[in-house]
């Protein structure tokens, strides 16, 4: 079943396709891959290579209708046409056929009327696992009639040596386009682009609908009273809204519809240089077996 909706998205000759796997199953074959080392608390601790942020001057919509009227085009959102979308496309999957792929199925979205079905493909064990982290995991229910709303193909190993006769940032890509549900990533390891890839989605549908989608922490006092904290990244929301006192809904993104606050995500995305146990207990203790530490710095005993 799966081989064959891989099949359609364009990758071929694919060899072994792990659908959804365990933790522990990812953990062995981020191991086996050669991909990780285990910190002695037991968390995954891989390297994201050159990039250890996202690469925004290479993120790009392609220009088409309708979704091109309700885009905000300038400096953040740019535009790509889409013949040059679909020859990166071409470059993506020869990057992903013939090879062994890792396909994660998950939920961008905690409330039921607002929330999208996602399916990342990689070829690297790890990526499956950030986004099991990071996002809302299916009931094994719920995967049983999985059919996703928007799919990332990840083909981080692939550059785009055409990028200057395209008009292009650089070698590297990250694009969108709105009408095929679909984005490509190449060029950057980062696992950062795919979640604020589907931030950048979710921008673009819960408006449509009438709803607010929000960068910010939120969370909620014993009195059902909410509290959201904005900011861009790195100015201290994740460290304001972990209040022992209150419930965290999440510490980074959420939409607001009829039901509520809610959080697109299932995990956080914490910064780890210099986190005190004292001031911020909830991410110092969370930082276990099944986390993923990203580009840390760490000795012969982990």
């Known amino acids: 079943m799966i081989s064959a909706e891989i099949e359609t998205l364009g990758i071929k000759n694919t060899g072994k396709l792990f659908h959804n796997l365990s933790y522990d199953e990812l953990i062995e074959h981020e191991l086996a891959n050669g991909e990780c080392h285990l910190a002695n608390n037991g968390a995954t601790m891989v390297d994201t290579g050159i990039f250890t942020g996202r690469s925004p001057k ?38 992903l056929s013939d090879k062994d792929l890792y ?11 607002s929330k999208r079905s996602v399916r990342f493909v990689s070829e690297i064990a790890w990526q499956s696992h950030f986004v099991k982290n990071m996002f809302i995991r299916p009931t094994d229910k719920e995967l049983e009639g999985f059919a996703p709303d928007f799919t990332v193909l990840n083909a ?25 549900n679909l ?20 921008n673009y549908w819960l ?23 904005f900011g861009l990244s790195g100015t201290g929301k ?53 986390a993923l530490l990203e580009n840390v710095v760490f000795d012969e005993d982990g």
């Open 156 to 180: 981080c190993k692939a550059v785009n040596d055409q990028w200057k006769n395209h008009g292009l940032n650089s070698e590297v890509f990250v694009l969108f386009s709105v009408e095929d």
């Open 103 to 113: 396909i994660t199925d998950v939920f961008c979205g905690s409330s039921a009327s």
């Open 238 to 290: 994740t460290t304001l809204s972990t209040d022992p006192k209150r419930a965290l809904i999440g510490d980074d993104e959420h939409g607001w519809d009829d039901e509520g606050v809610f959080n697109f995500e299932g995990g956080c995305y914490a910064k780890v240089i210099n986190l005190d146990p004292n001031s911020e207990p909830e991410i110092y203790n969370a930082i276990r077996r099944n």
């Open 58 to 95: 290479d993120k790009y919509f392609v220009d088409r209708d309708p979704s091109n009227k309700y885009i905000a085009w300038g400096d953040v959102n740019k535009k790509i046409d889409k013949a040059v979308f679909d020859e990166l496309l071409v470059v993506a999957r020869e990057q």
């Open 183 to 202: 984005c490509i990533i190449g060029g950057t390891w980062y696992g950062g682009e795919m979640k604020k890839g589907i931030f950048s989605m979710m």
């Open 207 to 229: 408006p449509l609908e009438g709803k607010l989608s929000m960068h910010c922490s939120a969370n909620v006092g014993p009195e059902g009273d909410t509290c959201l904290f």
